[in-house]
């Protein structure tokens, strides 16, 4: 069995392969002040609330993008199954089937490496992974077999969160399709702005960058938020929120540390 880990900013995720097959996935909070012992807890709860045992675990593969949890959650996978983890990051960057052409490989997250391996592995051409998370980044490969940029934007709970932080009279709102891109009421507004907001400027993105990488270009939806904006959209050819799961999955194997 091979465990994948994503550290993100907002959720931990965790996915356990047998083979190709992503037989389970979790879901935790990623609180950077937790501790390794208290994140060791949290593993083993899940493991055995589901009936598996932790040393059936052969390999492991880490991507972080919190550098204050990266050792922690490492130990607790070494402690957990007995198995030392491969850490997802530049050093084996020439080690995978994409280069990487960006002015400096060390700035692009490792979560987005795995966007792109995964997105490749589906069309072996030009393509784009659009990743609703606490960020909305658009990975972009080219033809030629490249990871050639990256586009950043807020993410859709950031972005409702922004605006509660800074404006008085609007709160936190759930973020859903409102029954009109016309809000009648605050929270039917700010779901308008944002879920109808955030679907263009992903149109307007796609549009953009098909004229730089090609019309052939596919785009894949992933991220906890992407069944948002999926159905307001034809923009893109497949939705697949466990994408980066599958792309540390296809990372390991180009390493030499995963089960085929």
Avoid at 4 to 31: A, Q
Wanted: with cysteine; net charge negative.
């Amino acid at each position: 069995m091979l465990m994948v880990i994503d550290i993100g900013n907002t959720n931990i995720v965790v996915g356990l392969f047998e083979g190709e097959k992503l037989e389970r996935t979790w879901r935790i909070h990623t609180v950077a002040e937790k501790t390794e012992d208290e994140y060791e807890i949290i593993f083993r709860s899940l493991f055995a609330a589901n009936g598996i045992e932790p040393h059936a675990v052969a390999t492991a593969a880490v991507s972080s993008v919190v550098p204050m949890l990266t050792r922690a959650i490492v130990s607790t996978v070494r402690d957990l199954t007995g198995v030392d983890p491969l850490l997802v990051g530049p050093e084996i960057y020439d080690r995978l089937v994409l280069s990487i052409t960006t002015q400096d490989p060390y700035e692009l997250g490792t979560d987005l490496v795995s966007n792109a391996i995964a997105a490749w592995d589906l069309y072996r051409g030009p393509c784009v992974a659009v990743d609703f998370g606490t960020a909305l980044s658009f990975t972009c490969v080219s033809r030629k077999a490249e990871i050639v940029g990256v586009s950043l934007a807020p993410g859709l709970n950031t972005a409702v969160a922004s605006l509660s932080r800074d404006t008085a009279q609007l709160p936190f709102v759930p973020l859903a399709v409102p029954p009109s891109v016309i809000g009648r009421n605050t929270i039917h507004s700010v779901q308008a702005g944002i879920v109808y907001g955030w679907a263009g400027l992903v149109e307007s993105m796609i549009g953009r960058m098909r004229k730089e990488l090609g019309n052939d270009l596919k785009v894949v939806a992933t991220g906890g938020l992407c069944g948002v904006i999926a159905p307001l959209t034809e923009v893109f050819d497949l939705v697949d929120p466990d994408l980066t799961m599958k792309g540390l999955r296809l990372v390991a194997l180009q390493v030499g540390r995963g089960e085929r």
